[in-house]
């Protein structure tokens, strides 16, 4: 298991795009963000395809545009929350490279989401109470599927030396 593939999973607001970018960086490849690419693809953005489409729709475009990076040799890859619950996408991910869970505190998802609410659709609407109920439902949803990760990284963790230092435990 090379550090050729990285993919970050977690809750939205964890932290996944910021750190795919430093990533990218430091293994000196490319950094995708599955979100941007299915914005691309779809020519819409999240917002949309989940109001005109549904939930259901988007985890298949999302799911497909996953699969694309069979051929790829080295990125990282920031993926969507709901990614690795869906469609046998933790088991590929999981096969094709190195998976890592950033689990952020609930109080530093609901901080961050709280000014980007009109960027996210399954919170949209939501006051800051709200965003943190919902967020606590979705980590217990999600928690099985994320738990499945090779490597877990609590908030005090996620750093730029810890993600350096399990980086490069798997460098080839």
């Given at each position: 298991?090379?550090?050729?593939?990285?993919?970050?999973?977690?809750?939205?607001?964890?932290?996944?795009?910021?750190?795919?970018?430093?990533?990218?960086?430091?293994?000196?490849?490319?950094?995708?963000?599955?979100?941007?690419?299915?914005?691309?693809?779809?020519?819409?953005?999240?917002?949309?395809?989940?109001?005109?489409?549904?939930?259901?729709?988007?985890?298949?475009?999302?799911?497909?545009?996953?699969k694309?990076?069979?051929?790829?040799?080295?990125?990282?890859?920031?993926?969507?929350g709901?990614?690795?619950?869906?469609?046998?996408n933790?088991?590929?991910?999981?096969?094709?490279?190195?998976?890592?869970?950033?689990?952020?505190?609930?109080?530093?998802l609901?901080?961050?989401?709280?000014?980007?609410?009109?960027?996210?659709?399954?919170?949209?609407?939501?006051?800051?109470?709200?965003?943190?109920?919902?967020?606590?439902?979705?980590?217990l949803?999600r928690?099985?599927?994320?738990?499945?990760?090779?490597?877990?990284?609590?908030?005090?963790?996620?750093?730029?030396?810890?993600?350096?230092?399990?980086?490069?435990?798997?460098?080839?």
């Amino acid at each position: 298991m090379a550090a050729e593939k990285i993919f970050l999973i977690g809750m939205m607001g964890s932290g996944k795009s910021y750190w795919v970018k430093k990533i990218s960086k430091w293994i000196k490849s490319a950094g995708y963000d599955l979100d941007d690419l299915i914005e691309m693809n779809e020519e819409k953005t999240i917002a949309e395809i989940f109001s005109e489409d549904g939930e259901d729709y988007f985890r298949k475009a999302e799911s497909k545009i996953l699969k694309w990076f069979k051929e790829k040799k080295k990125y990282a890859l920031a993926t969507g929350g709901g990614t690795p619950c869906n469609q046998d996408n933790m088991d590929w991910m999981k096969k094709e490279g190195v998976v890592i869970w950033l689990d952020e505190s609930i109080e530093v998802l609901v901080a961050r989401l709280s000014t980007e609410k009109a960027h996210r659709p399954l919170i949209a609407n939501l006051d800051d109470q709200d965003i943190a109920r919902f967020i606590q439902g979705k980590l217990l949803e999600r928690t099985p599927f994320y738990q499945q990760a090779h490597y877990r990284l609590s908030t005090d963790q996620i750093t730029e030396s810890g993600l350096k230092k399990l980086i490069q435990k798997h460098a080839s």
